[in-house]
């Protein structure tokens, strides 16, 4: 998936970890491009961290080898791999004030006091903070602290920065605050970076790639576009973005076209990027704002009556109960004198066909 | 103090009538004997503070309580050099480790004074296991006397004081987040800079504490300076044995129990300033 142009700055190769009965990270490869900023999201417990944790040398693989930059380090140990590491709850030394904090890497590599000075300036310049330079951490509020060790970790500019759900403990507007610092940050210095999270909207945000991960295993991976519009999965199509699904088996004509014979009928779809048999099951993925409420019957629609419409500001969302029991979700603009949709009201759900997806079905379990 | 809120919802007369059995108890056992002793100091026929002049003035008493903040202070010096090195090791353990090495720690507390004097004896004293072997080796010319002087009082305390220190360095340890550890890691720092720099500093209170309670327990050390001390090792509760039970004087025996809390108290509010301030440096967990 990288570009092959640029060197990796992380290679991973067949890398795993078990934790006696538990794989926490089954057989991975994955390369990280020098200067790419990647996100590896997943739900708790895909391994995530171990992940990360593998690559900063706090834990050691089952099997595979770790490349970075260049220099193999699966043995190295953490405080020669020469990173930086943010986490979630910021580890900032509490007995130091902000400029003690920010300096430590700097004497760590002895640098001499008038430099060290200089430096922690321009960092702190740089995340604008350089009034709080004398306080203690704790005196700061949880982003400013963020901040602070964003500070220390760019003030020695490492090869490359990992960060393990670092705004996790914050509220959902310095949040977004913070994410466009980070990505302001990781434009500026042009620093490679491996960021861990679980919210979507923070991986879709911040990404040029977004590795998905799945019980220890990578799902997919992508730019946000390649993972929200082309999901291979259903697991990946349900974490990323909301969707409708609609199970059915598949139908190929004789002039190539695919077809899914579902409970609710019979619906076209585009070919699948990975092959289906005729008469396998599949699922067909349509996002919600790919459908619309319609009055009369389109090739690709369902009947079914308004359950509820919830307004979002911008869109609205229907929910849409079919005659199976199913449900689906349909997301249209929010339009000034918009005629409004009743509870209980028949109504149907239409999409165009080059709309959908064709998934293979989710593993059972 | 979010934890006193609900014992704020008590009215004040059931909270007096919770605390009354303690304050009873308390007074009996505490206050009225100590204020008998302080009575006692003051007043011998009549009213004076004689017997504090008398003790300010005595070369014995002086001697006896430089001794008393000397061993005190040693035996709490010489503990915390053997327990800070013990804690962090305990620290390092996986938990079920931990306590079986913890239950050793605390051994010495389950066995009698008694024995534990005469087992130091056994291993330390002159005809002792050390000095025999000393002897063995060095053909008869080698004896160190460990044993009836100061360092066989050290000896003896450290055995008491030990559990102490590193039951309370250990919680600092115990408490200290360990992802600070391995940020300093991934910043680069080697494993002494990350000792000096982090583990120690935020390792204070509870040296202090450890510290505190050392001194507190040592400066009224009583049997084993004298099982284990020699003459010149008198400590102050050794002296105020002395007046007790060798010449009878209550009053002088009195004081010297009156200036020995007082000192002490004093001692202890001074370390307990040293770690609040510690505290405040932001070393507190
Ligand atoms: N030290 C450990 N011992 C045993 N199992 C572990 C350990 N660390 C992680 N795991 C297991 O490995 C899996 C992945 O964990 P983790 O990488 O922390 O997931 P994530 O960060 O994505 O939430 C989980 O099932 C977790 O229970
Ligand atoms: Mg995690």
New interface residues.
Partial sequence: MTASSTPAMVELQGVAKRYGEVNALHRVDLSIAKGEFVTLLGPSGSGKTTLLNLI???ITPSSGRIVIDGRDATTL?????????V?Q?Y?L????TVFENIA??LE??RLSKAEIKRKVGEALELIQLGHVANR???ELSGGQQQRISLA?CIV?NPALI?MDEPLGALDKKLREQMQLEIKRLHAELGITMLYVTHDQDEALTMSDRIVLMNGGRIEQQGTPDTLYFRPETVFSAEFIGSSNLIPGTVEIGADGAYALNTALGRFAAPAPERAIKAGERAVLLVRPENMALADAATPASVAGHIEDSILLGGVVRHFVRCADGSSLIIQELNQPGRSGAHRGEAVRAAWQPQHGRLLPPAPAG | MAQSSSASDLSPWTALLLLAPLTAVMLLILIYPLGLTVWTSLYNGRFSFDAYVELASSTLFLRVLRNTFEIAIGGTLVSLLFGYPVALHLAAQPPRKRTAYLIMVMLPFWTSILVKSFALVAVFGNQGLINQFLGFVSGGTLNVPMMFNRVGVILGMINFLLPFMILSILGSLLALDRRLILAAETMGAGPLRIFWKITLPLSLPGVLAGVLINVTLSIGMYITPALLGGRQDMMVANLVDFYTRQTLDWTAASATAVALLILSGLLVALLGKVRGSAGLAGAGA
């Fill in positions: 900063a040398g706090m140990p953490t405080n020669r791999r020469g990173l930086g590491m986490f709850n580890a030394m509490p007995h130091m430590f890497p760590v590599r203690k951490p704790r220390r020695y990992l």
